[in-house]
């Protein structure tokens, strides 16, 4: 036996879901996605990766710009769907989408709710310097991440961790928790809980004005910062290169037991003073260039004291 589900999702993140239901034996019978942008030099339409995979898998593949006209839900409610998988998905369900399958709509979030509602759950917890993250499976309601939950998956956030990491990380993680919640739908055992009204927390949009790295604050917050930024938007400062000063992207760090003026390079390793304590650089980006390690870095640009990164 399995379930007629409609998915909802966009970015990679969403992918290993996807595959993990149809591996199960459930039927997905529409992928509901974003709209294709253009993208790359030749600004060409590129599907998003969950249309990309709906598409090999042969699963009809739906871009509306909008859930809030009867069409839609017409054409929602003609899928007969038992339920609804929804997994970064862009788009917010308005309760008359979200009360047409027959046992409801059930979101994968990607921190441990009620901490960091809304969209950016990931970058925001290592920012903050949490010390674990996770995935929940959700009931979703009209609110903001506010429905009631059904199970969670926990994971450590190291120092080392990037957002990409932690990303890479939890989106298996949450395709194995929400195949077994799913199953555990279809048997009628799924057990929900209210979330605790103590403790909540949102995760804003991150805005390209926060990418900027203030040497001033200590360095494990400058640390956060950065690896909670990587690799996008990616935190940067200025450097002194070839007599002006050049944007780098910083996409990790490591700490490092040194001492100094904050934004002082300290020696020819590309360790940086901060407001207490310093970092060391690892990956680097400059404006048009790939990402490259520190040592590249400095192959093609030797930097030594004294300097000073803005």
């Known amino acids: 036996m399995s379930l007629r589900l409609i998915f909802m999702g966009t970015p990679d993140f969403a992918v290993p879901t996807l595959l993990e239901l149809v591996a199960h034996g459930h039927e997905i019978v529409a ?11 030749g600004m060409k339409l590129q599907p998003t990766p969950v249309e990309a995979q709906a598409t090999r898998l042969g699963i009809p593949v739906l871009t509306p710009t909008t859930l ?50 809304g969209a950016a759950p990931l970058n925001r917890a290592i920012m903050a310097d949490d ?14 991440d506010t429905g009631d939950v059904a199970m969670a998956e926990r994971l450590p956030i190291s120092d080392a961790m990037t957002a990409s990491d932690l990303h890479d990380d939890l989106a298996p993680l949450g395709a194995d928790l929400m195949v077994r919640a799913i199953g ?4 009628g055992r799924l057990q929900l809980s209210p979330q605790s009204e103590a403790g909540v927390t949102y995760a804003a ?6 990418a900027k790295i203030d040497w001033t604050r200590p360095a494990r917050e400058v640390l956060r910062h950065i690896h909670g930024l990587s690799p996008f938007p990616g935190a940067w400062c200025e450097v002194p ?4 000063m050049v944007r780098v992207k910083i996409l990790r760090c490591a700490l490092a037991g040194s001492h100094g003026a904050p934004g002082d390079l300290l020696d020819e390793r590309l360790t940086i003073a901060c407001g207490d304590g310093a970092i060391r650089l690892v990956e680097l980006q400059r ?16 930097l030594a004291p004294p300097l000073r990164l803005l």
Not at 31 to 41: I, L, Q
Not at 131 to 144: C, R
Not at 184 to 187: D, G, I, K, V
Not at 205 to 210: L, N, P, R, S, V
């Open 31 to 41: 992928v509901y996605t974003r709209a294709a942008k253009p993208s790359g030099r």
């Open 68 to 117: 809030k006209t009867p069409e839609a839900e017409a054409t929602f409610r003609a899928h007969q769907a038992d339920a609804a998988v929804v997994v970064a998905y862009g788009m917010i369900l308005p309760q008359n989408i979200l009360d047409v399958p027959e046992l409801g709509c059930f979101n994968l979030h990607g921190s441990l709710l009620p901490r960091w509602r």
């Open 131 to 144: 010390a674990e993250s996770g995935v929940m499976v959700m009931k979703m309601d009209v609110g903001l």
């Open 184 to 187: 555990a739908l279809e048997r």
């Open 205 to 210: 949009k991150i805005d390209k004005a926060e």
């Open 241 to 244: 290169l070839e007599g002006e």
């Open 287 to 302: 404006a048009g260039k790939q990402p490259m390690k520190a040592v590249d870095f400095l192959r093609g640009t030797p």
